[in-house]
């Protein structure tokens, strides 16, 4: 079945699928994980963010907990700066021109018509009538009538304004690429350029942020790490040892004495200074996600905001920081099991042998030592207390108590195990790389080797049952009706799958020589494979396959019963990718697709039920759904 006519059936079943489940909404990282490019504290517990799809989070308690809406006030467009004249009164603005304004603090916003379809980078409220906003392309556009209309502004530049800043109402500057500095004393209606120059060297980087202290004394931050500052209006400028090379993206302070503030920028940069500039102490945050914006109450406490949703909070004028409401987690989560029928308890594998467990739902997630730093690569529950996960250099992981404590057990090999299938408590197989693989029959205790040719790259295995399995690998699907005694000779449908000689390192941290290809045998004997640009499904064994293609990267499949199934992957929207999810209810016939609020890819996924679903994937990434009961 061709692509066009698959969308078709996705668009016409859509109602009915969604009618089951409920969006999927964050766990990991707990906020959200869209980038956030600018924050702005209005009160020492209310503070708003704003990011990319759409993104715009609050809060009311200083951080504690937040209110989230994203794709709610656009598509999929970015959201690039805020300014808030009190709590209540704010606007925003973002790519295509998109302009929106809120009376309520938050509550509700309302889209404006700002005339343009270009990117806004910076937007300033001056009073309740008077806005500011600016963006590529040296647009300057202005409202007078709190932004019922917009009219442009001519400026001296064509190139992009990153930023407008108000120390006054009758003093706004405006920064920009290639040294771009403009100011105005009259809420904008006239723009006078400032020239940077270092004794008489104009300089030309490009600027990011800026504050001015007075009239005459700014600091203006930008590329290559350089920190600039004047103290006679711009006559002069004087550049500041900074200690990195990483682009500076915004500074902010309100101490009264003008002595403390705070630079964020890109790789995870904080510069903090308490001298007024003299000297810059970089702060060690230990990630390395940009930091895209920052905002200062008064001169102890600031929210700095930038890549996955990081969030950051000082209370000491910048010296510390604590991250809101946690460090984030950047390494991969591979896969995610919970036992048949339980939605309560659940188990996440991943990268260094990262284990985390829930006991309620995913509500709150546990790190637990797993006794390895080998990655993790598949998980599955043999019964609600005992657990199997294989990774790496033949690793296997067992648990007797539910995921609360692991011990490894021998494989006789060092090739790396990529699936692990148990049909009943006792009787399970793992394969994975060189030929690889193993069964037991006593519960995961001892394995026993099975040969197969090295040049086999074995990606997937699936048993309905103890007789009935499948194994897929780089060139087709074996199966066995006799428990693995015997193997029959590959289903070759490598032409439909398009998965031989493929090289595909970017799709797990893993680098594999083949991509990938992965397979799963619901109850009656069903088989669902899935790899690169396509899904496909057999109702009768594996004998006949059913086409259904997407042009996306799927690496996670799970199916509850015969009929309800999710397959979880990347997705490239404008070469971006993002997390994809797709669920079918008839079995794998025909697809929808589902929003998975996901920035990052996702590798894996498990229901408990019909009713309660997880997805994992790259970066700590932990995404739920469930019904609305």
């Not at 869209?34 to 708003?48: D, E, H, P, R, S």
């Not at 209606?189 to 400032?194: C, G, L």
Request: proline residues 3%.
């Amino acid at each position: 079945m061709k692509r066009t006519l698959s969308l078709l059936i996705i668009a016409a079943l859509a109602q009915n699928a969604f009618a089951q489940l409920n969006t999927w909404r964050w766990q990991s990282p707990s906020v959200q994980g869209y980038t956030l490019n600018a924050v702005q504290m209005v009160g020492l517990k209310k503070i708003f963010a704003c990011g990319n799809r759409g993104t715009i989070i609050k809060t009311n308690d200083g951080g504690i907990t937040w209110n989230v809406k994203n794709l709610l006030l656009t598509d999929s467009l970015n959201l690039n700066a805020l300014n808030f004249l009190d709590s209540a009164y704010g606007m925003i603005c973002g790519d295509s021109g998109l302009i929106f304004k809120t009376t309520d603090g938050g509550i509700t916003w309302t889209k404006l018509v700002s005339g343009i379809a270009s990117p806004l980078k910076g937007i300033c409220i001056i009073d309740m009538n008077f806005a500011i906003a600016v963006g590529l392309g040296g647009r300057i556009i202005r409202t007078s009538d709190g932004g019922n209309t917009w009219a442009s502004v001519p400026s001296e530049v064509s190139g992009e304004f990153t930023g407008i800043r108000k120390f006054r109402s009758d003093f706004i500057t405006v920064t920009g690429r290639f040294g771009a500095l403009f100011k105005s004393i009259d809420t904008g209606s006239f723009w006078e350029h400032s020239i940077l120059k270092s004794d008489t060297t104009t300089i030309g980087n490009d600027l990011f942020g800026q504050i001015f202290l007075s009239d005459s004394t700014a600091i203006v931050v930008g590329d290559n790490g350089l920190i600039f500052s004047t103290v006679d209006s711009g006559t002069n400028w004087s550049i500041h040892a900074s200690g990195t090379s990483a682009i500076l993206n915004g500074i902010d302070g309100k101490d009264p004495q003008r002595k403390i503030f705070t630079i964020v920028g890109d790789y995870g940069t904080i510069l903090n200074t308490s001298n007024g500039g003299n000297s810059w102490n970089k702060i060690n945050l230990g990630i390395a996600d940009s930091m895209k914006g920052i905002s200062y109450f008064d001169a102890l406490n600031a929210f700095a905001v930038g890549r996955n949703g990081t969030i950051l909070k000082t209370t000491d004028g910048g010296a510390s920081w604590e991250f809101i409401p946690s460090k984030p987690i950047i390494d991969n989560f591979d896969a995610v099991a919970f036992p048949k029928g339980d939605t309560s308890l659940g188990i996440v594998v991943g990268q260094w042998g990262d284990v985390m467990r829930t006991t309620n739902g995913g509500a709150h997630w546990d790190f637990i030592p797993s006794g390895t730093t080998r990655e993790l690569n598949s998980v599955t529950f043999l019964t609600p207390s005992e657990v199997c996960a294989v990774g790496l250099t033949g690793t296997i992981l067992r648990s007797h108590d539910g995921g609360q404590n692991w011990i490894q057990i021998a494989s006789g090999t060092t090739k790396y195990f990529k699936s692990v299938n148990f049909p009943t408590p006792n009787f399970g197989w793992t394969v994975g790389d060189s030929g690889i693989v193993e069964s037991t029959v006593d519960g995961g205790s001892t394995w026993t080797i099975h040969p197969f040719s090295k040049k086999i790259f074995f990606t997937g295995v699936a048993f309905p049952d103890s007789l009935h399995g499948f194994m897929c690998c780089n060139h087709g699907i074996y199966s066995t009706t006799d428990g693995g005694v015997t193997w029959g000779d590959p289903d070759d449908i490598t032409y439909y799958l398009n998965c031989t000689g493929i090289s595909s390192p970017s799709l797990t941290q893993v680098s594999f020589t083949y991509l990938p290809c992965q397979i799963l045998a619901a109850p009656s004997g069903k088989g669902v494979l899935y790899t690169y640009g396509g899904v496909m499904t057999s109702r009768d064994g594996g004998k006949n396959w059913h086409d259904n293609e997407f042009n996306d990267i799927l690496s996670g499949l799970f199916f509850t019963d015969d009929l309800h199934g999710t397959a979880v992957g990347i997705f490239y929207p404008s070469g971006q990718p993002t997390g994809f999810i797709i669920h079918t209810t008839d079995g794998g016939m025909t697809w929808v697709q589902q929003d998975s609020h996901s920035p990052d890819d996702l590798f894996g996924v498990c229901f408990g039920t019909t009713k309660a679903g997880t997805a994992v994937g790259s970066k700590g990434n932990i995404i739920r759904i469930t019904t609305d009961e």
